[in-house]
């Protein structure tokens, strides 16, 4: 029976080719038009500790990971142990064996296929190419496509010459050899697509790179921090194709001080960092705010506090993120759902700091950096592209001028006339220092009234269902794509339930949340932190009184426990 | 020479032209007047045009310099005024790029960012005014205090040992570095004029007396110590100004002049090649970069 909707765990010991088997998986069902999301989880540290990698696959539209596996492969007895639990009747279960360093106590109802990986590998002379046999192996068992892999495996090691193409193929052949040998128990097939859409396959942290460089990214300024760091890979890669560069900096203090200079000068500037990176900016947000300077920031949340949990998920950075830096320091906070968010929001970002010059927080997040996607072909042409407001060279030039919308054009350095100062000092309209009461309360409201018009132009919030219903769920980040799957369950049980989706988090819309409130009977807010930081807001900022469902033990929500907590409210 | 900050964008201008209307905020003998005269002084004898010179600085009584001085300018956080320049150096390499600061702005909070402006040879000029304390925040010693200095936070006097801007910077790689007295506006616009003129990042140490708040460090005492450097010293060999640096240091002497000069390339030409290398324009099209992702 082909399943149209599949999940396949490769896991074992971070250096045996888990990551790079379960992307192999990823680029053949993809190559052959199915939708894939994935998810991953590695250690902290660079060798060894348990790594798995799990690919979805369907030919429907996916939004999150999934509950669990259906398919478990086992490359170690450690990531036997630490499945086993998961290993429910109806599972199919792939392991290194004989000759694995375990012997699994196969639970009943499991469908278990032995493999023995390291052995096959060592006979061939190729104790690295363990991973090319499981993947063949696989690949039979499954239906994944073999033509695909054997294109895909050819290209990946193709640098490395003949030889080693070679060696992996044979070791991908005998792997398939293997299972065929073995009499297929399982009912399980990987889906076949009826059709085949242009799609392109990338990681939220990819995405948010590439979104950065179709909304005109000039200068890029990085420091190094897990889950971000790959953004700054990407743009490393690709932005001087474009003109523009990237520089290292020497701390996130520094990283974010040249994005603001950069920014001053004319361009269009940003750097992306995590938790900890973002706690030292704070100072530099105020004063992007302070002197209107155009400012986009990118934070993948891990988890907190301190140095936490740097390789995990969390939700946690929502309370940095509205008021992380001193005094009445105002910013725009947008936040991801997907890989397709990670592109049309990262232009939008660019757009409302070039609008409001103020600073502007992307949040990501821990399980989004490096989970892939098929997302539609982005066509860069489809996106609208935003520039600041520059001075016409009219009137004589006053850099902070009070206008109708409280944006004051800019002057980029080299423009006649236009000579300013950019300060963190309170300034009259001028630019010049201004300690005076009347004129500290006038540039607040000033910098303050121009985002009112923030939450009126931003797409307004999607409501998932329509009238009246008995629970409403709310989700932001990637926990959005969970409750998506749990409401469809849900009503697909005849649960009247609906959603609620903010993308700008900050300033909040309030009517927004009120509307969809007022809809609904019961309010659940879902997010991956301890303390309920959106839940905290709409207390604050709105008259819902919500139900705050939240985890963090490092994981993002599966939707099976979104469908738990719901009846659970409406029991 | 190469004049890369300055050789774009050059006007024929007084000295007065480069004031503007704000009058300095300093006290009556504040060696920072004398920086900003020679400041004055350099731009109008290189003819800068104004409208092509950022002027940054951080926080503390020489931070405030940039106010009185005709240009673009960032006034910017304690500590950071090296890495907004970065930016805008980077950003825009045919602007000009004068930071000012003080001992406690770029040796205490911003020190982290000092090695890294120094040997990535950012193109920028460094002005230094260093005053050996805090003088906006009322007189703290600073990591340039001497030890006996009894001042805020030390009214028995000192126990840290100072420690010496032009020998770090040297050891960081910077590309010009030279030091020279407030009260010597001759000598120090002359070494301002050449740091903007050379094509790197220069370095300038001034000793900017503070006759509110430290008692020892007066512009006399500043003027006593000082030693010229010795005629015949060569300026391209880095081992030479270290050792005329650390001869002084020993000596309780403060070597001024221009201690090290070197033609070397810049961050921004290092990443206009970067980009010329792989063939990077605006108009590559997207659609390149997007294809790479097809499965």
């Not at chain 2, 006097?157 to 010597?184: C, D, H, K």
């Not at chain 2, 070494?191 to 140490?205: D, P, R």
């Not at chain 2, 070197?262 to 063939?279: F, H, N, P």
Request: with cysteine; hydrophobic share 40%; glycine share 10%.
């Amino acid at each position: 029976m082909d399943k149209n909707d599949l999940i396949i765990r490769v896991a074992g010991e971070g250096g045996e080719g888990i990551i790079s088997t379960g992307d192999l998986i990823t680029q053949a069902c993809a190559r052959t038009g199915l939708e894939v999301y994935t998810f991953k989880t590695f250690p902290a540290e660079i060798k060894g500790g348990y790594a798995m990698y799990q690919t979805r696959a369907s030919t429907k539209p996916l939004y999150n990971q999934g509950d669990t596996f259906d398919v478990l492969c086992a490359f170690n007895g450690q990531a036997y142990d630490l499945n086993r639990s998961r290993l429910l009747p109806g599972t199919a279960f792939v392991y290194d064996g004989p000759g694995g360093d375990f012997e699994p106590d196969v639970p009943p109802g499991v469908f278990a296929y032995p493999i023995p990986m390291t052995v096959t590998a060592k006979e061939l002379g190729n104790t690295k190419a363990k991973n090319m046999v499981a993947l063949g192996a696989l690949s039979h068992l499954f239906n994944i496509p073999e033509q695909a892999l054997r294109e895909i495996i050819t290209a990946k090691f193709s640098k490395k010459g003949g030889t080693v193409v070679e060696g992996n193929l044979n070791a991908f052949t005998r792997g398939r050899e293997l299972a065929a040998a073995l009499p297929k128990t399982d009912p399980w097939n990987i889906g076949v697509p009826t059709e085949k859409n242009d799609t392109i396959v990338l990681s939220g942290n990819d995405a948010i790179g590439l979104g950065a460089i179709i909304a005109g990214l000039d200068f890029f300024a990085a420091y190094p921090i897990t889950p971000a760091t790959e953004i700054a890979r990407y743009v490393a890669r690709h932005l001087p194709k474009r003109g523009g560069t990237l520089i290292q900096a020497e701390d996130e203090i520094a990283s974010v001080s040249q994005v603001l200079g950069a920014s001053f000068a004319g361009k269009k500037a940003m750097t992306a960092t995590s938790g900890p990176g973002l706690a030292l900016m704070g100072e530099m947000l105020g004063m992007s705010f302070m002197s209107e300077t155009p400012c986009v920031v990118v934070n993948v949340q891990r988890g907190g506090p301190s140095t936490g949990l740097p390789t995990k998920h969390e939700q946690s950075d929502l309370f940095l993120s509205i008021f992380g830096s001193h005094g009445d320091c105002g910013r725009i906070v947008l936040s991801v759902e997907g890989v397709e968010d990670c592109i049309g929001l990262t232009v939008e970002a660019f757009n409302l700091a070039e609008t409001y010059q103020c600073p502007v927080l992307l949040l990501s997040d821990g399980s989004l950096a490096f989970s892939t996607q098929t997302i539609p072909y982005p066509d860069p042409a489809s996106y609208k592209i935003v520039n600041r407001k520059r001075w016409d060279g009219k009137k004589e030039y006053q850099r902070y001028t009070i206008t109708d919308d409280f944006i004051s054009p800019m002057a980029d350095p080299g423009t006649p006339g236009g000579m300013h100062i950019a300060t963190g000092l309170e300034h009259d309209q001028a630019g010049e220092p201004n300690y005076t009461a009347a004129n500290h309360e006038a540039m607040q409201a000033k910098r303050f009234r121009k985002l009112d018009a923030v939450v009126k132009n931003f797409t307004p919030a999607e409501v998932d269902g329509e009238g009246d219903s008995d629970l409403g769920i709310i989700a932001w980040g990637s926990t959005i794509g969970v409750v998506r799957e749990a409401i469809s369950r849900l009503r697909a049980e005849g649960v009247s339930v609906k959603g609620f989706y903010p993308k700008l988090l900050w300033p909040m819309p309030v009517e927004q949340f009120e509307a969809f409130g007022a809809s609904c009977r019961k309010v659940m807010v879902a997010e991956v932190n301890f303390q309920g930081q959106l839940a905290h807001f709409i207390r604050a900022e709105t008259n819902l009184r919500p139900v705050s469902y939240t985890i963090c033990g490092g994981l993002p929500f599966t939707p099976a426990m979104i469908v738990g907590k719901a009846k659970e409210m409406l029991k | 020479m190469s004049c890369a900050q300055t050789h774009l964008h050059k006007v024929e201008l007084q000295t007065k032209d480069y004031k503007t209307d704000t009058k300095p905020f300093w006290c009556p003998g504040c060696g920072d007047h004398g920086v900003l005269t020679s400041v004055y002084r350099a731009l109008s004898e290189l003819g800068v045009d104004p409208n092509y010179l950022v002027n940054i600085s951080g926080i503390g009584c020489s931070s405030r310099l940039p106010y009185f001085v005709r240009s673009y300018k960032m006034h910017t956080l304690h500590g950071r005024a090296g890495p907004v320049a970065t930016g805008v150096q980077l950003a825009r390499p045919d602007l000009a790029i004068l930071v000012n600061g003080g001992d406690g702005d770029g040796f205490s909070i911003g020190g982290g960012h000092m090695p890294h402006l120094a040997r990535k040879n950012i193109n920028m000029t460094y002005v230094l005014m260093d005053n050996r304390i805090y003088g906006l925040t009322k007189g703290q010693v600073s990591p340039t205090s001497q030890r006996q200095l009894k001042a805020y936070t030390t009214p028995y006097g000192g126990v840290e040992e100072p420690m010496n801007p032009i020998l770090y910077m040297l050891t960081y790689g910077a590309s010009f570095v030279a030091q020279t007295l407030a009260t010597n506006v001759k000598m120090t616009a002359q070494m301002i004029k050449e740091g903007m003129e050379h094509k790197g990042f220069s370095f300038i140490s001034v000793l900017s007396q503070c006759p509110t708040f430290n008692v020892i460090d007066d512009a006399k005492s500043f003027k006593g110590s000082a030693e010229e450097v010795q005629e015949g010293h060569d300026v391209g060999d880095i081992d030479a100004a270290m050792h005329a640096v650390n001869m002084a240091h020993k000596n309780n002497r403060i070597p001024v002049g221009l201690l090290f000069r070197q033609e070397r390339s810049t961050l921004d030409e290092r990443m206009a090649d970067l980009v010329k290398q792989v063939g990077g324009s605006p108009d590559y099209d997207l659609r390149k970069i997007i294809d790479l992702a097809r499965p």
